[in-house]
C-alpha cells in the first residue's frame, strides 16, 4: 500500500513538473512571437520613414532644381538694348550706337 502510495506521488509530481515545462514553453515561444511582431513593425516603421524622408529629399530637389530653371529662362528672355530691333528704338538711340 505504501509502495503504491509512492508510485503514485511520483507520478503526479512528474506530470506536474511536465505540465509546467510545457506551459512555460508555449509562454516563452508566444512571447518571442510578440517580440518578432514588434521588431517587424519596429522595422517596417523605420523603413517608411527613411522611404518618406527619402521621397521628401527628392521632392525638395526637384523644386529647387525647377526654381533655378526657370530663373534661367527669365534671365534669358530679357534682352539688353542693344539687342532689341531696330523698328523699337528711337531715331535718338540710333545715331548714338552709330
Known sequence: MKRIQNFALVVVVLLAGMLTAASTNAQNSNMSGDQMKSSNMMNSTMNRNRHMAMRKKHRRHRRTMHKQDMMMKQDSM?????????????P???????
Open 78 to 90: 530679357k534682352k539688353p538694348d542693344m539687342m532689341k530691333s531696330d523698328s523699337v528704338k528711337s
Open 92 to 98: 535718338e538711340m540710333m545715331k548714338k550706337n552709330f
